[in-house]
């Protein structure tokens, strides 16, 4: 059985620093692309960052570039997400998302979350 | 990057009844649509690819239509378990995007 399963989300003061983590299982970890996707407790869907199966190719979306890294250890099946100079809209529940092989950005499977919570 | 507007915000409908979903998009994504169910207090879950085609265990009474700008999700006979919320989602052009998503409710 495919899972996923993040950690590491808490509460935060603005200007902060939180790193996620992803624990795979149940499928080939380094065959994929796995991404972070958000949403905000209520609200839609927000594609945050992706990297390839080795971890030599990293995006990110606008919003968050220059802030957030993306990481991954193939030998742990982990991927991470360091997220830096924290603001009150990144206020979030972070989804880690594994990618339908090739599909590039069918997300076939989805973690539980962990939220993030940004607040003075 | 790509606009997807969903519509409407909110259906009512009772078991048995057929669902509409539209996801219109702010220019062509060709057939790159894709369509997420969502209940509460759980991660989405894949429904439909490429506009069309129905995800693994997914129920024959989910169908995906449409291509270019106009997308319709249609749920023939809703079961008590469809009530949630669905997104839709575009892999046309980078970086993804989703829609606002509809909210199928129990009338």
């Known amino acids: 059985e495919v899972q996923l399963v993040a950690s590491g989300g808490g509460l935060v003061q603005p200007g902060g620093s939180l790193r996620l983590s992803c624990a795979a299982s149940g499928f080939t970890f380094s065959n994929y692309w796995v991404h972070w996707v958000r949403q905000v407790p209520g609200k839609g869907l927000v594609w945050v960052s992706r990297i390839s199966r080795d971890g030599t190719i990293k995006n990110y979306a606008d919003s968050v570039k220059g802030r957030f890294t993306v990481s991954r250890d193939n030998a742990q099946n982990m991927q991470y997400l360091q997220m830096n100079s924290l603001r009150v809209d990144d206020t979030a529940v972070y989804y880690c998302v594994r990618e339908w092989g090739g599909s590039g950005t069918i997300f076939d499977y989805w973690g539980q979350g962990t939220l993030a919570t940004v607040s003075p | 990057e790509i606009v997807l507007t969903q519509s409407p915000a909110t259906l009512s409908l009772s078991p048995g009844e057929r669902a509409t979903l539209s996801c219109r998009a702010s220019q062509s994504v060709s057939s790159y649509l894709i369509w997420y169910q969502q209940k509460p207090g759980q991660a989405p879950r894949l429904l439909i690819y490429?506009?069309?085609n129905r995800a693994t265990d997914i129920p024959a009474r989910f169908s995906g239509s449409g291509s270019g700008t106009d997308f319709t999700l249609t749920i023939s006979s809703l079961e008590p378990e469809d009530f949630a919320v669905y997104y839709c989602?575009?892999?046309?052009?980078?970086?993804?995007?989703f829609g606002g998503g509809t909210k199928v409710e129990i009338k």
């Open positions: 989602q575009q892999r046309s052009s980078w970086p993804p995007t």
């Open positions: 490429d506009a069309s």
